[in-house]
């Protein structure tokens, strides 16, 4: 699980807050990305609030207030047209199940942590504003703009500017979106750092795993994660070079 630094708990602790609700639709079960959330939904409820959560279908987290809206049927199918028409019907009903458990619950602070389909999410949260007129849009931007893929600039900056408040993970963050998107009230974003990952621990000492792998000098980086240009793997090899 992550520990979220306590200044991203602390943008849910000051504002008007009998429930909170987070809406993440990739929420998968035995993931980073569901570890990330798992820290956020757990840490708000021992802070003492009233916290639900619309996950993916696999997510794993156990506990009563977890709904596990979000299921991937086109996954099944092969790339085209076709299948991508089948993703956007089956990401809009299971977003506008969402909106049915909004009403049902009525909470006074809704967080999306993640956005995958601009243009239906653009609707669903002019729909959510209509219905709850007086709750808190929150957006975690963990991307300020997608990464290797095709968007609507227009499309994402009016997501930016119906939600509340955004968080983004770091000032350069913060500055690329102010950059991207100039409209965007700089008030209303948040820099929070992405957390660390509690259950790391180092089971052996350096010295051993470095001389189990013949690596006695200390000329060597480790680097973990995918091997894309947003990870930053250009600017370690400038940075070795």
Known sequence: MFHIKHILIKVFMTLDHNR???????CI????IEEYTEGLFKGLIENGLDVYLFSHYSCSIKHKNVFKIFLIISERLSDGIFRKSIRAIEYFLQMLCSVILLIKYRPKIIHFNWLIFNPIDLIILKIIKKIFPNSKLIYTAHNVVPHNSKYNKKNLQNIY?????IIVHGQKLKLELQNNFPLINSKK???SFHGNKKKIKLEKPSCLISSNYNLESNNYIL???????NKGVDYLLKTWK
């Open 20 to 26: 909170i609700v987070i809406v993440d639709p990739i």
């Open 29 to 32: 079960g035995k993931s980073g």
């Open 161 to 165: 500017l119906i939600c509340d408040k």
């Open 189 to 191: 974003i948040f820099s």
């Open 223 to 229: 680097f973990t994660g995918l091997v894309n240009e």
